[in-house]
T-cell receptor, first 115, second 112 residues
Framework: GAVVSQHPSRVICKSGTSVKIECRSL??????MFWYRQFPKKSLMLMAT?????????EQGVEKDKFLINHASLTLSTLTVTSAHPEDSSFYIC???????????FGEGSRLTVL | GNSVTQMEGPVTLSEEAFLTINCTYT??????LFWYVQYPGEGLQLLLK?????DKGSNKGFEATYRKETTSFHLEKGSVQVSDSAVYFC???????????FGSGTKLNVKP
């Protein structure tokens, strides 16, 4: 099946620094990608919808300036956590929707730990 | 609004036991319903789906029926295996086709 790859899978950073997480669709094109945050024992929370070549659409309560999303090509979206703080520590998951079937595929997730 | 509620885990079963994981939803319009599975260290994978009322999704021995009257989409398997140990997420896709809403996930542990 289609593959979505996230990198890095784990990252540890100091408070105040910025971290970039990449999401790539390896064998299909995706005009739309989604970024989720998964809290322990809680569901995936949709953070934003990323459309290739346009600005991301953020969900209510998600800070646009804190979580910068860029969808530069049909196979790559990036999430940058700016000026990270310990409360930003979480598991971030991306998904990509194929342009052909509309099916959604998920990345393996990226574990962010802010010290 | 749209939301999904699923039973809390973990669920621990012996191999070959019958599995039910309950899922109910609230939604505007006519959503599509999904079960995703997350194996340790991996991303979410689509397990099965149903796009309209009374549809039954099935895959790998798992089944779920879209029940509009009870707004439910319970996951069942007649005989679980150790390899089924994973976290299972119930989800709905809103009728305007651009957002997924997930339940909190149910961890399944199957013991030999």
């Amino acid at each position: 099946g289609a593959v979505v790859s996230q990198h890095p899978s784990r990252v540890i950073c100091k408070s105040g620094t910025s971290v970039k997480i990449e999401c790539r669709s390896l064998d299909f094109q995706a005009t739309t990608m989604f970024w989720y945050r998964q809290f322990p024992k809680k569901s995936l929370m949709l953070m934003a919808t990323s459309n290739e070549g346009s600005k991301a659409t953020y969900e209510q309560g998600v800070e646009k300036d804190k979580f910068l999303i860029n969808h530069a090509s049909l196979t790559l979206s990036t999430l940058t956590v700016t000026s990270a703080h310990p409360e930003d520590s979480s598991f971030y998951i991306c998904s990509a929707r194929t342009t052909t079937t509309g099916e959604l595929f998920f990345g393996e997730g990226s574990r962010l730990t802010v010290l | 609004g749209n939301s999904v509620t699923q039973m809390e885990g973990p669920v621990t079963l012996s191999e070959e036991a019958f599995l039910t994981i309950n899922c109910t939803y609230t939604a505007t319009g006519y959503p599509s319903l999904f079960w995703y599975v997350q194996y340790p260290g991996e991303g979410l994978q689509l397990l099965l789906k149903a796009t309209k009322a009374d549809d039954k999704g099935s895959n790998k021995g798992f089944e779920a029926t879209y029940r509009k009257e009870t707004t439910s989409f319970h996951l069942e398997k007649g005989s679980v295996q150790v390899s089924d140990s994973a976290v299972y997420f119930c989800a709905l896709e809103s009728y305007n086709f651009n957002k997924f809403y997930f339940g909190s996930g149910t961890k399944l542990n199957v013991k030999p």
